[in-house]
């Protein structure tokens, strides 16, 4: 398959480092499907087609099932076949508290899930599915009780997502009892990369990659304008995991180096 037949879809495309991945994903000379919640998505869409890049827009909330669905029929109807996948819809929120905990999860951690189980029909063999993470979604940030769980080479999704719903629970009595750290977001790019060590036995039939990738600290409107790296430099960590073509899955990576978690 030439790399001017290839489609990708990337979550969240509507700005940083998800509009600079659609960016050079199209360089690359795929297709690109750029979604996003909001309206000015289709102007990002837009702006990328007016630079000769092969680039259209698909409204897509991860965190409504209606949403996901009306995009999977939508490229099922259209004979649309993808051969990456990026999960980068993502939100980090100010201060700490039940609310804050679950709509982090929603859409970090269950988007990325919800999307990928509902698009995985439409996946070429062969295909990448990424999992844009975060070096806060390291295991450091958990105690040693809780590293033990999400590192059971055991663990399945249904335990996971108890997990994830047990944190939010925590929260709202206001105890960390297991030791979680007062960050959703760290928690939900923890859950994110264990998701993948779920994933990568299960797609192998599939001939399906599936990995999570740090792009760093960014300057983007959530990294900030005093983030040391660019967001030319986040978004090249996001396409390498997205044009593999060799057996790695299951791993988590920083511009194309496997890192611990």
Known sequence: MTSLRRTALVTGGNRGLGLQTCRQLAARGFRVLLTSRSDNGEGAATRLAQEGLRVEYRPLDVTDAASIASLTDSLGSEGVVLDALINNAGIAMDGFNTDVARRTLEVNFFGAMHVTDALLPRIAPGGNIVMVSSGLGELSCLSPSLRALFTDPHLTRDVLIGLMDSFVEDVGRGRHAMGWPT????????????????????????????????????????????APRSVEEGAASILWAAVLEDGTSGGFFRDGEATPW
Do not use: C, F, Q
């Open 183 to 226: 960050s959703a977001y760290a928690v939900s790019k923890v859950g994110l990369n264990a998701l993948v060590r779920i994933l990568a036995p299960e797609l192998l039939h599939r001939k399906l990659r599936v990995n999570a990738v740090s792009p760093g600290w960014v300057r983007t409107d959530m990294g900030g304008r005093g």
